[in-house]
């Protein structure tokens, strides 16, 4: 890093310094706003429940644990378990095709440890998992950690867009079969490629040339992205959603409701967003579950609370296989 750059590095850092503080206020609400959202997510999965189960004159604890118990759990895991490993292995792939375009020359095994240990800690918190894959990166490669953020970024940034195409897709493929509500996702679409348009504009020196937010290192990615870089990771990050397909499409005909490939694709890029929502328990993703198929409260909720936190903690696992690893390199 040369002089200059160094000196706005600590230009910036210091600006983040003045601009977190107070950081106790902040620090309580970011604490305290997902446990409100889980707890209302909770209490609206209750009320769906409450009326079928008094039906059956059962309470909803009795008449949720009726559908786990109906559910052939080996078939399930069956199909869980080669889609995680998957997901695993494709989303360590990009994050060290991302490093190696922005960062450091590293090996795609080296990525692997660092990518699953960020798993375990990311069900406390994301920012902790990334906090410790920026520690290991620059102990390891020397990366400094506002490099290795601006790589970060730029992987949200693509996986925004990917869900976002894939959405429309699924949803040009189902229009007549689709929830009313989905009709507006073409325009949500074209105003995520219009802001994606003009920020790439600006981010590559086109326009706005007096506008300094480019100068900024934590932005460092989006000066060096080229356009064919973005649509890498799309096609890179896509087969792991048209795995989800077919895999959550075989696991809801488990809980015993039959749903097309077609139909899935329309509808879990959306669902995928709901799960990226902070908050235990992946409660909003397991409430939009409920909201699109409301015939059926208390399957939709018991699929939706295994699919998604199975998911989070089955990954983890591969953290804990590589955790003695990364801590050695991190602290021996």
């Known amino acids: 890093m040369t002089a ?35 707890i209302g997510c909770f209490y609206f999965l ?26 052939n759990w080996l078939a399930w895991l069956a199909l869980m378990v080669p889609y995680s490993l998957f997901f695993f292995l494709v989303d360590s792939a990009i994050v060290w095709r991302v490093i190696n375009w922005f960062d ?12 699953a240990s ?9 920012q902790v998992g990334k906090g410790a894959m920026a520690l290991y990166l620059n102990r390891r490669e020397g990366v400094p950690g506002w490099k290795l953020g601006s790589s970060m970024l730029f992987i949200m940034v693509c996986e925004l867009l990917y869900l976002c195409a894939w959405a429309n897709i699924g949803l040009a493929l189902q229009w007549d079969n689709l929830p009313e509500v989905f009709r507006g996702l073409p325009w949500v679409g074209m105003v995520i490629v219009a802001v994606f348009a003009v920020a790439y504009l600006y981010f590559r020196g086109h326009i706005l040339p007096n506008f300094k937010l480019r100068d900024r290192q934590l932005v460092h990615a989006f000066r060096e992205a080229k356009l064919y870089q973005y649509l890498v990771i799309l ?13 959550y499409a075989e696991a809801l005909e488990l809980f015993g409701v039959e749903y097309s490939y077609l139909q899935m694709l329309g509808i879990l890029p959306v669902i995928f967003f709901g799960a990226s929502i902070p908050g235990p328990f992946r409660a909003v993703a397991v409430s939009m579950w409920v909201i699109l198929f409301p015939e059926y409260p208390a399957e939709m909720s ?16 591969f953290g804990l296989i590589f955790m003695r690893r990364v801590q050695k390199e991190l602290f021996d």
């Open 46 to 71: 209750y009320t769906r429940m409450a009326g079928p189960a008094a039906a059956q004159d059962m309470s909803v604890p009795a008449y949720l644990a009726s559908v786990f118990a109906s559910v």
């Open 4 to 38: 200059a750059e160094q000196d706005d590095a600590n230009t910036e850092s210091n600006e983040q310094v003045n601009e977190t503080v107070p950081p106790k206020k902040s620090g309580f609400l970011k604490k305290t706003i997902p446990w409100l959202i889980t």
């Open 104 to 115: 450091a020359k590293v090996a795609y095994k080296d990525i692997l440890p660092v990518r």
């Open 302 to 317: 018991a699929f939706g609370l295994v699919q998604h936190n199975f998911f989070i903690l089955f990954n983890a696992m």
């Open 118 to 126: 960020t798993y375990v800690l990311s069900i406390i918190n994301e």
């Open 235 to 247: 096609l890179m990050r896509s087969p792991a959603l048209l795995a989800a397909v077919v895999v």
